[in-house]
């Protein structure tokens, strides 16, 4: 029997996951090579002096200063931390000092900024309401309306990074699902048909797949794409080696024109949409406790039912867990679901749900398996004949096949994770069935594919992905 074997330990997910808010220190090391000697009551300068009497009333601000009268300008902003938990913030100044507040607008939690903001930079402490414990800092630059800085909590061990416009600038972002987004896009080369899909996550990262009918696979996609609409792309292979790299623009809901460039090979794509959906998305934040979740949409109403129910319930327990935490510390309690799309057709949309927090070792989550005709999860049932025990039958080839994964021999760690866990999860795809274990912090998501050549004598004939069945 042959069984394709592959791993992602690099994906989208996991770049979501190690992401600064979260767990990464990649961010924290740079925010340690940031200079934090220079204090924070250094001599501002406004970027754009306004005369006294035409700055506007604010009596929050006015009442940080022990001279309202001289206020020389108030700036107000809308931003983001991490492109995902909206906030508010307000500085004045005097000329001689700036003050301020960033506020949680879904909380209405108000903390005090107090420091340097003018076009030569940003570095400004964070501190409680009563402006006694400073709680935190703000670090970055103030260019063109645009405040863009790095947030670490006091103790530095804690960071994010802030976007944000003024307010006037331009169109701002309201809604955390704003520029968050998947589009499937179908082409033809090679007298073949393609298939592309791309979800749009935070901080512009993008994951997705790519299927090739001339090339008989499906390629994993990761990269990012900037503000303008350009984007580049890892094409991916199985063994998780790259095939090529992708470049192009794309903005959200528009037809794309994309190079390919790999193995001295040029192509070119002239995709078309498809569908296209904003992602689900919630957010919210206070002083102690923060979560954020972005879900796929679909075509199917049902199915959208069936994905808003599961992260409300990952929601609801956040907030029990915050509750009964009672946690005091800055930014301390985080939790964060991303999602992962594996395969959309006109008959069947799979992938994954993480949910992951600063709380337990091991992330959580599950699969799903649409079939968009009848609006129901796909299972074993639906798939299989009565007489075959698909769980059982695939539970133990995972176990036969584990240990030919990559890690398996050479690291320990790995090796009672992946025998503890197992493949718990299963999603269609064109190739076969993806067995799957749970996100894990390290390694990311461990998969096995078996084709459904291995899987065919078993299987009903009039079944949601016999499409896929020669």
Same mark, same amino acid.
């Given at each position: 029997?042959?069984?394709?074997?592959?791993?992602?330990?690099?994906?989208?997910?996991?770049?979501?996951?190690?992401?600064?808010?979260?767990?990464?220190?990649?961010?924290?090391?740079?925010?340690?090579?940031?200079?934090?000697?220079?204090?924070?009551?250094?001599?501002?300068?406004?970027?754009?002096?306004?005369?006294?009497?035409?700055?506007?009333?604010?009596?929050?601000?006015?009442?940080?200063?022990?001279?309202?009268?001289?206020?020389?300008?108030?700036?107000?902003?809308?931003?983001?931390?991490?492109?995902?938990?909206?906030?508010?913030?307000?500085?004045?100044?005097?000329?001689?000092?700036?003050?301020?507040?960033?506020?949680?607008?879904?909380?209405?939690?108000?903390?005090?900024?107090?420091?340097?903001?003018?076009?030569?930079?940003?570095?400004?402490?964070?501190?409680?309401?009563?402006?006694?414990?400073?709680?935190?800092?703000?670090?970055?630059?103030?260019?063109?309306?645009?405040?863009?800085?790095?947030?670490?909590?006091?103790?530095?061990?804690?960071?994010?990074?802030?976007?944000?416009?003024?307010?006037?600038?331009?169109?701002?972002?309201?809604?955390? %699902?704003? @520029?968050? #987004?998947?589009?499937?896009?179908?082409?033809?080369?090679? *007298? &073949?048909?393609?298939?592309?899909?791309? !979800? /749009?996550?935070?901080?512009?990262?993008?994951?997705?797949?790519?299927?090739?009918?001339?090339?008989?696979?499906?390629?994993?996609?990761?990269?990012?794409?900037?503000?303008?609409?350009?984007?580049?792309?890892?094409?991916?292979?199985?063994?998780?080696?790259?095939?090529?790299?992708?470049?192009?623009?794309?903005?959200?809901?528009?037809?794309?024109?994309?190079?390919?460039?790999?193995?001295?090979?040029?192509?070119?794509?002239?995709?078309?949409?498809?569908?296209?959906?904003?992602?689900?998305?919630?957010?919210?934040?206070?002083?102690?406790?923060?979560?954020?979740?972005?879900?796929?949409?679909?075509?199917?109403? %049902?199915? @959208?039912? #069936?994905?808003?129910?599961?992260?409300?319930?990952?929601? *609801? &327990?956040?907030?029990?867990?915050?509750? !009964? /935490?009672?946690?005091?510390?800055?930014?301390?309690?985080?939790?964060?679901?991303?999602?992962?799309?594996?395969?959309?057709?006109?008959?069947?949309?799979?992938?994954?749900?993480?949910?992951?927090?600063?709380?337990?070792?091991?992330?959580?989550?599950?699969?799903?398996?649409?079939?968009?005709?009848?609006?129901?999860?796909?299972?074993?049932?639906?798939?299989?004949?009565?007489?075959?025990?698909?769980?059982?039958?695939?539970?133990?080839?995972?176990?036969?096949?584990?240990?030919?994964?990559?890690?398996?021999?050479?690291?320990?760690?790995?090796?009672?994770?992946?025998?503890?866990?197992?493949?718990?999860?299963?999603?269609?795809?064109?190739?076969?069935?993806?067995?799957?274990?749970?996100?894990?912090?390290?390694?990311?998501?461990?998969?096995?594919?078996?084709?459904?050549?291995?899987?065919?004598?078993?299987?009903?004939?009039?079944?949601?992905?016999?499409?896929?069945?020669?």
């Amino acid at each position: 029997m042959k069984l394709v074997l592959y791993s992602i330990s690099t994906n989208f997910a996991e770049l979501y996951a190690l992401r600064a808010r979260m767990f990464s220190t990649r961010l924290l090391t740079l925010i340690l090579l940031i200079s934090f000697g220079q204090k924070c009551l250094a001599q501002t300068k406004p970027s754009t002096p306004t005369a006294t009497a035409s700055v506007p009333r604010d009596t929050a601000i006015a009442k940080l200063f022990e001279k309202p009268l001289e206020i020389k300008w108030i700036k107000y902003f809308k931003g983001r931390l991490d492109d995902a938990i909206a906030v508010d913030i307000a500085i004045g100044s005097d000329g001689k000092i700036c003050k301020g507040y960033l506020t949680y607008p879904k909380s209405k939690v108000k903390l005090r900024l107090e420091g340097m903001f003018d076009s030569t930079g940003v570095r400004m402490e964070e501190k409680d309401y009563a402006g006694k414990a400073v709680t935190g800092y703000l670090n970055g630059t103030f260019q063109k309306r645009k405040l863009l800085a790095t947030w670490t909590n006091a103790q530095k061990t804690v960071g994010s990074r802030l976007d944000a416009d003024e307010i006037g600038s331009g169109p701002i972002l309201q809604n955390c %699902s704003d @520029n968050k #987004w998947s589009s499937r896009f179908i082409t033809r080369y090679n *007298n &073949g048909r393609c298939d592309m899909v791309i !979800v /749009r996550g935070q901080n512009g990262l993008l994951d997705g797949f790519l299927w090739i009918e001339a090339d008989a696979k499906t390629y994993r996609l990761q990269g990012s794409i900037q503000t303008d609409g350009k984007f580049e792309i890892e094409v991916l292979q199985q063994n998780n080696k790259m095939a090529a790299m992708m470049q192009g623009v794309m903005k959200p809901g528009q037809n794309s024109d994309v190079q390919w460039v790999g193995s001295g090979e040029r192509r070119e794509f002239k995709f078309t949409v498809k569908d296209h959906f904003l992602l689900g998305c919630y957010e919210f934040a206070d002083y102690s406790n923060q979560y954020d979740a972005l879900y796929p949409r679909t075509p199917c109403s %049902s199915c @959208n039912t #069936w994905l808003d129910q599961q992260v409300n319930n990952w929601i *609801n &327990g956040c907030k029990t867990k915050f509750a !009964v /935490r009672k946690d005091n510390t800055r930014n301390n309690s985080r939790a964060s679901a991303w999602p992962e799309i594996v395969c959309w057709t006109d008959r069947v949309f799979s992938g994954y749900l993480t949910f992951s927090d600063t709380w337990n070792e091991q992330a959580q989550g599950m699969a799903y398996n649409f079939d968009l005709k009848s609006g129901k999860n796909i299972v074993y049932d639906d798939l299989f004949n009565k007489t075959f025990n698909a769980k059982q039958w695939l539970d133990d080839y995972a176990k036969k096949e584990m240990p030919k994964l990559t890690p398996f021999a050479s690291d320990v760690k790995y090796r009672d994770w992946v025998t503890k866990e197992g493949f718990p999860m299963f999603t269609v795809r064109r190739e076969g069935l993806e067995l799957s274990t749970l996100f894990h912090m390290q390694y990311g998501r461990q998969t096995l594919l078996v084709p459904y050549d291995q899987l065919k004598p078993y299987m009903k004939k009039d079944n949601p992905v016999s499409e896929f069945i020669k």
